[in-house]
């Protein structure tokens, strides 16, 4: 993989479209991703970015961004503090084409860094979407912002599978660390999510709406057909998962009958309406449930807590 540095000179990025009903900026601190030759490389919809890929394969390149710190507090200051008018609204979805967190991220630190200029400059709203359990490196630095203000991690866990058929690549890390990951985020007090998205082949619906209705506080399902940004999942058509999965004989997952049932299934699980949402509508929605609104404003700092998957 090659990995190099470039220029940030503007890091917080208006959305628009599928994030647009819910965040009013990005953030995308590295551009390419590590993860790309895993299992969510091979139909994360990014890939399809020219911007990002500038020709190169996806997986292939990792650019570390530099000079953002600058670049927030500028922007920040602009829409917070304006010379005219009232301030605009901030709220941060952390990241939309890149893992906040890759492995590099542990000797890199661009989230950490920008995590740690936030406490002097907090947004209304910070959401993390990773695929990795590294976010819980910062817990302590997190609690600690979520103090100042609302911070929610989103964990993607698609499938229960440790491991999916041959010819699927690996996923890089497995659902039980990233479920445990989740875990460890919820007891300290933290917002969690997981997205379940998109939705891949499951061993067990029931178990696994139990397993995750125990570690976050809401859910969000998606289906490639729905939310991979194009119409009826035409990106995804053109890669290899609908190939693969038909192949392993999972046809039947790249419907959305089954994602509908799957669907009831944790709705069931999950209780109350709210909890559980769907494709753009519930990454969308930035509700926080009322049992999560208490320990949100718990002033108290987190405990300890301990890291499983470093023993592994
Ligand atoms: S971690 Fe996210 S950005 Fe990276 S390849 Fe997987 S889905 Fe794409």
Redesign the pocket.
Known sequence: MRIEPITSRHVLNPTGGFLGDGFTHTINLYRG????N?L??L?????WNPHHTRGRA??SFLDVKTGFLESYRAQYDRLKHPLRGAPKPLRIFM?S???PY?PQERTARRTRSLLEEMLSRPPDLLVIQ???PLVVDDLPLLTKLHRRCRVQINI?VETDKPTLPQGFPSQ?YSPAVRIEALRTLKAAGLPTVATVSPLLPLDDPRKFARDLEAVCDRVILDHYLLGDGSPHGQRTKQTDLPRLLERAGYAEWSGLQIFEEVVTIFQEIFGAEDRVGVSRGGFNDIHVPEARKAAASDPEPAPEQSLPWRRQ
Do not use: R
């Open positions: 991703c590590a993860l790309g895993s969510c490389g139909y994360c919809y990014a890939q996806w997986g990241s084409v890149t893992e890759p990773s695929h990795t993607t890089a």
